[in-house]
């Protein structure tokens, strides 16, 4: 037996704001909410599929200093790398500096919290 992933959990100051920025990135929905936290995830497959769903929790001190050990990844499915980058930052992501060289294949971006994530070159398929 092996394990996968079913859910990630990223703590936050304003779960309803940053679920609106991952449900739009990802084109996920809302699909629970308990305690404060907003579960979300794609439409069709909800909790337990084969695509983990994010956990937004509530926290006052969601974040240490410095980068997350921690971070998303994404691709575009429907669009080259430049059109999904305007199309993040309209979202209200924005570029973020890491230390990259700038000469990656990739863009380091933040989501409204300050949290890092990557979208990478290279389109998947939907």
Not at 26 to 44: F, K, Q, S
């Amino acid at each position: 037996m092996v394990s996968r992933i079913s859910e990630l959990v990223l703590n936050c100051t304003d779960p309803e704001l940053l679920a609106r920025f991952w449900c739009g990135v990802l084109g996920y929905v809302e699909l629970d909410r308990e305690d404060g936290a907003i579960e979300i995830g794609p439409p069709e497959a909800g909790f337990g599929g084969l695509q983990p769903t994010i956990i937004l929790s509530p926290s006052t001190n969601p974040r240490a200093a410095g980068r997350l050990p921690l971070h998303i990844d994404v691709n575009p499915i429907d669009r080259d790398q430049d059109a999904e980058l305007e199309r993040l930052l309209a979202l209200g992501a924005r570029p973020a500096d890491v230390g990259q060289t700038g000469q990656e294949q990739w863009h380091v971006l933040a989501d409204p919290e300050g949290n890092e994530f990557c979208l990478l070159r290279r389109r998947l398929e939907p």
